[in-house]
């Protein structure tokens, strides 16, 4: 597996990153443990997870079965609690418990909150970064407005600023094409991305129309069955584009994001050996320019109108957002 610089820390990292959100949720420990020995064996180097993840459990899980491999992995975890500068800090050493380590490489604010204080968490990100608990310091879904507002207050203040925006995009998810990758272009910021297959709406496992699989997320999580039916026509496109390259699905939603400009790595969340197995095949799919327009095309319905779900957009619109 190829490496791509991250960002502006210089740092190399596997051009794929592995999610483990579904750790301990939808596979077990010793399932978990396979997936990261095969992941670690096929080059990837860069690991995600969260100290929201199982609240607390994923990062226990992890503990157990880096062990000795923690030295060959790129660690980022992500604030559980508020955005408070207790909570920052407090967060951490109860990731690093969990995580049963002194470090993480990239530490996260998970998501805004409204009434939060930009200087307060610069300053206690940089208190984490100087006490030596984490190299690097980013946020997730943040817009990108207060990303270059934290970055000035942190300039200002000669601290520690972010380096990593992580953020939902995908074939159907293409909010932040408006504003958050040209900033990332122009100021060298990494952009991971999760939720690359749409939660799994471009795995291949749903058909428009068809029954929710039985044990995939799509049983309880409505906002596939809404995606399915609001973009049919182009996942039905998207598959039939599968078949004709000869690829998994999974691949070739992940290798779109993987050649999509201004990103760094998409993220790869996986429930099971065999869709790390399968996923992991968009480090050596190399689409040509012709297919990624292809594909994007197929979802031109989509294309900025489809803002990242979740609480992404109503909290790009809060005006009481900062306190
Ligand atoms: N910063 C944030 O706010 C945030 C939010 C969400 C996720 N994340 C991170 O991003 C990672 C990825 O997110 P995500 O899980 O939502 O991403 P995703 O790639 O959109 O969806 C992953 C799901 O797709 C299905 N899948 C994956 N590979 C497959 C394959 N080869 N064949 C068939 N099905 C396949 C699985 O569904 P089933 O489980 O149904 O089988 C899996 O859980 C997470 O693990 C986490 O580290 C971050």
Redesign the pocket.
Same mark, same amino acid.
């Given at each position: 597996m190829k490496t791509i610089t991250f960002g502006s820390t210089g740092e190399q990292v596997s051009e794929i990153c592995l999610? /483990? %959100? %579904?750790f301990g949720n &939808?596979c077990d420990q010793a399932e978990s443990d396979r997936i990261l020995s095969s992941a670690l064996d096929a080059g990837l180097t860069f690991v995600? /997870?969260?100290a929201m993840?199982g609240d607390g459990s994923t990062e226990d899980l992890l503990g157990n079965i880096i062990g000795a491999r923690r030295d060959k992995i790129f660690l980022a975890t992500?604030v559980h609690k508020g955005t408070d500068s207790e909570s920052i800090t407090t967060s951490i050493d109860e990731s690093l418990l969990r995580l049963q380590t002194d470090r993480v490489d990239l530490y996260?604010i998970?998501?805004p909150t409204v009434g939060m204080d930009p200087e307060e968490i610069m300053q206690a990100l940089h208190t984490v970064v100087t006490a030596g608990k984490a190299r690097y310091v980013g946020c997730? +879904?943040y817009p990108a407005w207060l990303f270059a507002h934290s970055n000035a207050i942190a300039t200002k203040n000669g601290w520690t600023p972010l380096v990593n925006n992580?953020i939902?995009y +995908?074939l159907v998810e293409r909010g932040v094409e408006v504003e958050i990758l040209p900033q990332a272009a122009a100021e060298n910021i990494a952009i991971t991305v999760?939720?690359?297959?749409? %939660? #799994?709406v471009?795995?291949? *496992?749903y058909r428009p129309g068809a029954a929710m699989p039985d044990?995939?997320? #799509?049983v309880d999580d409505t906002r596939i069955g809404a995606w399915l039916s609001r973009f049919g026509d182009g996942v039905d496109g998207f598959l039939s584009m599968a078949e004709e390259l000869d690829t998994?699905p999974?691949?070739l939603a992940?290798a779109w994001v993987k050649q999509s400009p201004g990103i760094t790595c998409p993220?790869?969340?996986? &429930?099971?050996l *065999?869709?790390?197995e /399968? &996923?992991l095949a968009a480090a050596t799919l190399e689409l040509s320019t012709e297919q990624h327009d292809r594909l994007t095309g197929l979802f031109e319905a989509a294309a900025v109108q489809e803002e990242c779900g979740g609480a992404f957009g109503p909290l790009r619109r809060e005006r009481a957002l900062l306190g």
């Amino acid at each position: 597996m190829k490496t791509i610089t991250f960002g502006s820390t210089g740092e190399q990292v596997s051009e794929i990153c592995l999610g /483990t %959100m %579904m750790f301990g949720n &939808s596979c077990d420990q010793a399932e978990s443990d396979r997936i990261l020995s095969s992941a670690l064996d096929a080059g990837l180097t860069f690991v995600d /997870t969260a100290a929201m993840y199982g609240d607390g459990s994923t990062e226990d899980l992890l503990g157990n079965i880096i062990g000795a491999r923690r030295d060959k992995i790129f660690l980022a975890t992500k604030v559980h609690k508020g955005t408070d500068s207790e909570s920052i800090t407090t967060s951490i050493d109860e990731s690093l418990l969990r995580l049963q380590t002194d470090r993480v490489d990239l530490y996260l604010i998970h998501w805004p909150t409204v009434g939060m204080d930009p200087e307060e968490i610069m300053q206690a990100l940089h208190t984490v970064v100087t006490a030596g608990k984490a190299r690097y310091v980013g946020c997730s +879904n943040y817009p990108a407005w207060l990303f270059a507002h934290s970055n000035a207050i942190a300039t200002k203040n000669g601290w520690t600023p972010l380096v990593n925006n992580q953020i939902p995009y +995908n074939l159907v998810e293409r909010g932040v094409e408006v504003e958050i990758l040209p900033q990332a272009a122009a100021e060298n910021i990494a952009i991971t991305v999760y939720r690359p297959l749409l %939660m #799994g709406v471009l795995s291949g *496992k749903y058909r428009p129309g068809a029954a929710m699989p039985d044990g995939s997320r #799509g049983v309880d999580d409505t906002r596939i069955g809404a995606w399915l039916s609001r973009f049919g026509d182009g996942v039905d496109g998207f598959l039939s584009m599968a078949e004709e390259l000869d690829t998994h699905p999974a691949a070739l939603a992940t290798a779109w994001v993987k050649q999509s400009p201004g990103i760094t790595c998409p993220i790869v969340g996986v &429930s099971s050996l *065999k869709q790390l197995e /399968t &996923s992991l095949a968009a480090a050596t799919l190399e689409l040509s320019t012709e297919q990624h327009d292809r594909l994007t095309g197929l979802f031109e319905a989509a294309a900025v109108q489809e803002e990242c779900g979740g609480a992404f957009g109503p909290l790009r619109r809060e005006r009481a957002l900062l306190g």
